[in-house]
T-cell receptor, first 116, second 110 residues
Framework: GAVVSQHPSRVICKSGTSVKIECRSL??????MFWYRQFPKKSLMLMAT?????????EQGVEKDKFLINHASLTLSTLTVTSAHPEDSSFYIC????????????FGPGTRLTVL | RKEVEQDPGPFNVPEGATVAFNCTYS??????FFWYRQDCRKEPKLLMS???SGNEDGRFTAQLNRASQYISLLIRDSKLSDSATYLC???????????FGAGTRLFVKA
């Protein structure tokens, strides 16, 4: 199988602080990782596609300066929510694909962010 | 029109029942299709891929109709553990992103 981990699983922070979420592929190399956000009872919304060694591709409406993505290696991508506000509270999920994204994606367990 | 549409449900069925979910997609260039399952407050997990000829995995059967741009999932002999949200996922090529349906909620009751 393919395992993707996320850290932390849950974070509570004060408004205005920055939060970094790590996504790791544990037993495979992932040239492409995806970051999603999910609000309660809503579908996953793709935020950005992260490619190792290059800039992330952001979806329309997602602020790249607000959600910083770094994909420094084939097994690690990070998402930093800068100057978090209560409206950023959500479930953030990453996924990774072995073959560039056109086949099965393996999801991390998610990070629940609560901004007070 | 949404790119991927699903009936949100919820579907409330007794144990042992057969239940079917439908999903329509708008982009005729879509190449890959999947059904994922998501439990409450958990990440999605792949249930099965959907192949052009249709495919079956135990109690689960997936069908694809490219002409109608329609995907279905049939669950036979429902179990309590089948209670979850089922997500229809559509992908393309050439930069076409992954699109998730909003999900169909299923509750299987004893």
């Amino acid at each position: 199988g393919a395992v993707v981990s996320q850290h932390p699983s849950r974070v509570i922070c004060k408004s205005g602080t920055s939060v970094k979420i790590e996504c790791r592929s544990l037993d495979f190399q992932a040239t492409t990782m995806f970051w999603y956000r999910q609000f309660p009872k809503k579908s996953l919304m793709l935020m950005a596609t992260s490619n190792e060694g290059s800039k992330a591709t952001y979806e329309q409406g997602v602020e790249k300066d607000k959600f910083l993505i770094n994909h420094a290696s084939l097994t690690l991508s990070t998402l930093t929510v800068t100057s978090a506000h209560p409206e950023d509270s959500s479930f953030y999920i990453c996924s990774a694909s072995k073959t560039g994204g056109y086949n099965e994606q393996f999801f991390g367990p998610g990070t629940r962010l609560t901004v007070l | 029109r949404k790119e991927v549409e699903q009936d949100p449900g919820p579907f409330n069925v007794p144990e042992g029942a057969t239940v079917a979910f439908n999903c329509t997609y708008s982009n005729s260039a879509s190449q890959s299709f999947f059904w994922y399952r998501q439990d409450c407050r958990k990440e999605p997990k792949l249930l099965m891929s959907v192949y052009s000829s249709g495919n079956e995995d135990g109690r689960f059967t997936a069908q694809l109709n490219r002409a109608s741009q329609y995907i279905s999932l049939l669950i036979r002999d429902s179990k309590l553990s089948d209670s979850a949200t089922y997500l229809c996922v559509v992908k393309g090529t050439g930069g076409f992103k992954t699109i998730f349906g909003a999900g169909t909620r299923l509750f299987v009751k004893a």
